[in-house]
Every structure is written in C-alpha cells, then in structure tokens.
C-alpha cells in the first residue's frame, strides 16, 4: 500500500502561469515533508519542506502548503519557468525517521 | 566538484552475478543513505548509516543485499546472485547531521543504473 501518492503522473503548464502539485498521504503521524525536484540522468535535489506544525512554508517562487485534515499537501510554483521542467517527488517521514517517496509528478512547461 | 558521487554511473550485468556500488558521500557528511528507485515508482529506502552506530538495514529486501561504510566515507552496497527483479536505479544521499534533525535535507548523487539481463 502507497502511504505517499502522487496522482498526476504528469503535468503540463503554460510558462508564467502557476504550477500546482499534489500529494496525498495515508499515515497521520507524518511529521515533515518535503519536496524534490530532478532532472533526468540526475539525482533528486531538495526544494522546499514543511513541518506538520505548520500549514504554509514559501520560498520564492515555491510554496508549499499542508492540509493536515485532508492529509493533502501541495506545492505552487508562480510563475512557471521552462527551468521548471523536471520530475518533482514528494516525501513524507515517518516515526522512524525514513523517508517515504511518491511516486513523483512530470511537470511540462510550455514555452 | 562537493557533491555527492556514485559510480559506476551505469552498470550492465547477468544475472546471478554479484555486483558493488560505491558511493562517495560530501566531505563532513555524517548521514548516508541507500535507495532504490524502480521505473515508474518513487524511492526506496534501503539502508541508512549514521556516524559509527549500527546502521539502520530495515529497508534491504533480502540478504543478497549488503552495505558497508567505513567511518563517515566511502559507503559499498553489494548485490549479490543479482535477479531482474534487481534492475533499477541505485541512489546514495548524505546529510550533514542524523536523519532527526529534519533542517538537514540529504543530498543525491545521481545514482547508478543497473540492469541485469
């Protein structure tokens, strides 16, 4: 069973309008989440995470918010950028510290 | 370059041979960490090791699998009698502190990709 899902598989967004990513979780005792972004050929590199204290973290053009009841967590990028364009995975960790991964999201900016 | 380096970057093998991976961590990175990543899907934690405590091998899906990491440097994961099953992309992160300190995100390499014919 998937604790952390990502449902759109991919995405495609006009260059300068908003991105916005979704991620679904199971287990309620998830502490902090993160997200990460990656390139082909390339290891995932860490973009923006949120404690479950918190239901708003922004960086940027990046903001991530958290619905702790709905147990739903997304990630805005305003304005979008051809940069943009990569796999973002979401994570989750749990009581014992691990990482738990979505299954990630292709994102598609379109000039 | 201060990053994170894996190597062989690809890795083409039969089955039932045994292979290892080698994983540089960030120089002064405590925290070092194993994943699995199969196509389609997100990752899977494997291993973790934290300074010189017992590692952490929940995640290793059968004994075939093993890693060592000697003090806070090189980190080996070896597969052995390796199966299809086994093809995927092998990636290695490191934190600067433990995995409870949520302010230290990890830091990929960018992984080897096996694949066992």
């Known amino acids: 069973d998937q604790q952390v899902k990502q449902n759109s598989p991919s995405l495609s967004v006009q260059e300068g309008r908003i991105s916005i990513l979704n991620c679904d979780y199971t287990?309620?005792?998830?502490?902090?989440f993160l997200w990460y972004k990656k390139y082909p050929a390339e290891g995932p590199t860490f973009l923006i995470s949120?404690?479950?204290i918190k239901d708003k973290n922004e960086d940027g053009r990046f903001t991530v918010f958290l619905n702790k009841s709905a147990k739903h967590l997304s990630l805005h990028i305003v304005p979008s950028q051809p940069g943009d364009s990569a796999v973002y995975f979401c994570a989750a960790r749990d009581s014992n510290y691990q990482l738990i991964w979505g299954a990630g999201t292709k994102l598609i900016i379109k000039p | 370059g201060a990053g994170v380096s894996q190597s062989p970057s690809n890795k083409v093998t039969e089955k039932g041979k045994d292979v290892e991976l080698r994983c540089d961590p960030i120089s002064g990175h405590t925290a070092l960490y194993w994943y699995r990543q199969r196509l389609g899907q997100g990752l899977e934690f494997l291993i973790y090791f934290q300074g010189n405590s017992a590692p952490d091998k929940s995640g290793l899906p059968s004994d075939r699998f093993s890693a060592e990491r000697t003090g806070e440097s090189v980190s080996t994961l070896t597969i052995q009698r390796t199966q299809q099953e086994d093809s995927a992309v092998y990636l290695c992160?490191?934190?600067?502190?433990?995995?409870?300190?949520?302010?230290?995100?990890?830091?990929f390499g960018d992984g080897t990709r096996l694949s066992i014919l």
């Open positions: 949120i404690s479950s």
């Open positions: 287990n309620s005792m998830f502490d902090y």
């Open positions: 992160a490191s934190s600067l502190t433990d995995r409870t300190y949520s302010n230290q995100p990890q830091h």
